[in-house]
């Protein structure tokens, strides 16, 4: 008998079920490593001081060519996405949902990045822009729309992977990967 997540990735089952839980602590570290950037730039912007073309963020002080890159910014941005897409098979009830939700989130900031990289290309920039702008970005300026942007993407991430480890014995029974821990009631003292 094909189990449902062998059926619905082929040879990719493995990252939903016996490899399920390295892959999504792998992209976990993928995720924070992004979020160290967005950090560091917005404390260099807001704590130092600094000009938003001088703040780059960690990679971007030794290569700054990077943060410039709009093929750097789309390329994380896929691989978001195909994280997301390829991970969600292995989610399932309550953690399927949220982690459906960051994917969706996602998708639409790999639009904006897209759009963003088109730009770049064609040297065609959105609104008459003298830079690459994303739809948003017309409302709400760079920098603080990608914090807005991966804050709204992790968020739903880390609720579904806290239901996902603390997944209740229905959603255990189906589970096809060892990402859940089992969760022991209290006992009672002095009873």
């Known amino acids: 008998m094909t189990s449902k997540v062998s059926a619905a990735r082929g040879g ?105 990289l088109i730009q770049a290309l064609t040297d065609s920039n959105l609104a008459g822009k003298p830079v690459p702008t994303s739809f948003i970005q017309l409302l709400v300026p760079r920098v603080e729309l990608h914090l807005f942007y991966n804050a709204v993407v992790t968020l739903p991430m880390i609720v579904a992977m806290i239901l996902h480890r603390r997944a209740n014995s229905a959603e255990r029974a189906i589970m096809e990967c060892l990402c859940a821990v089992e969760v022991k009631p209290k006992q009672k003292v002095g009873v």
């Open 12 to 116: 990719l089952a493995w990252l939903n079920t016996r490899g399920h839980k390295t892959a999504v602590t792998v992209f976990m570290i993928i995720v924070v490593a992004h979020w160290a950037e967005h950090i560091l730039q917005a404390i260099q912007i807001w704590v130092l001081g600094w000009s938003k073309p001088e703040a780059r963020g960690v990679l971007g002080i030794p290569f700054p060519w990077l943060v410039e890159s709009e093929w750097m910014h789309y390329g994380y941005a896929i691989v978001m996405l195909a994280g997301f897409f390829l991970l969600l098979p292995g989610f399932v009830g309550r953690s399927r949902n949220w982690w459906a939700l960051a994917l969706g989130i996602q998708f639409w900031h790999h639009i904006e990045h897209l759009a963003l």
